[in-house]
């Protein structure tokens, strides 16, 4: 998981894996089936523990505006967990579709789109629920606050600190209510 996070996927080499995994090349395959198989299981592994937490609160807050805040203080958390912080590896292992493998690049959009459609799901509620007026675009709230969540992924991989994601966090939220 570590090499693919910090090298990406198309960047790190079967040599690479062999040689962190203490295998030969016929055994990762005969255990993996394909690099591409091994980064599946690398992105669960990523989704288990260091991405996990981020997008727990979405469903159980109280208000869809808390869940998002949950959602945004949490990734800046998560984001610098470790030194030096590395963002999200769904983020940032395979963000070029040009030249890129497209299984891959196809798998982490999927990802990243999933996550859209949670918020899309939770911001619908909030209008159902009156938090929302029915004239809210949630396509584009969720996208937004998507966008600073990908952003906050970048910047903490260029050495952000948790307290300025932290206060991007709470700036995002500025924007809550104020949308045409």
């Not at 005969?30 to 727990?56: H, V």
Request: charged residues 20%.
């Amino acid at each position: 998981m570590d090499l693919f996070w910090r090298k990406g996927f198309d960047n790190t080499s079967i040599a690479d894996l062999t040689d962190r995994l203490g295998l030969s090349p016929p055994s990762l395959y005969a255990a993996f089936g394909s690099k591409e198989q091994l980064f599946r299981e690398a992105l669960d592994l990523y989704a288990q523990t260091d991405g996990s937490g981020i997008w727990n609160h979405l469903e159980t807050a109280p208000t869809a505006k808390e869940a998002v805040h949950r959602l945004l203080r949490a990734t800046a958390e998560r984001y610098t967990a470790s030194n030096p912080a590395r963002g999200c590896m769904i983020v940032l292992s395979a963000p070029q579709m040009e030249g890129g493998n497209t299984a891959i690049c196809g798998e982490l959009k999927a990802r990243r789109q999933e996550n859209v459609i949670q918020l899309e799901e939770r911001l619908r509620q909030a209008v159902e629920e009156g938090e929302l007026t029915p004239a809210t675009d949630v396509a584009a709230l969720a996208s937004y606050f998507a966008t600073v969540q990908q952003g906050m992924s970048i910047q903490a991989r260029d050495g952000a600190s948790r307290e300025t994601l932290l206060a991007v966090a709470d700036y995002a939220m500025a924007a809550w209510g104020t949308a045409p």
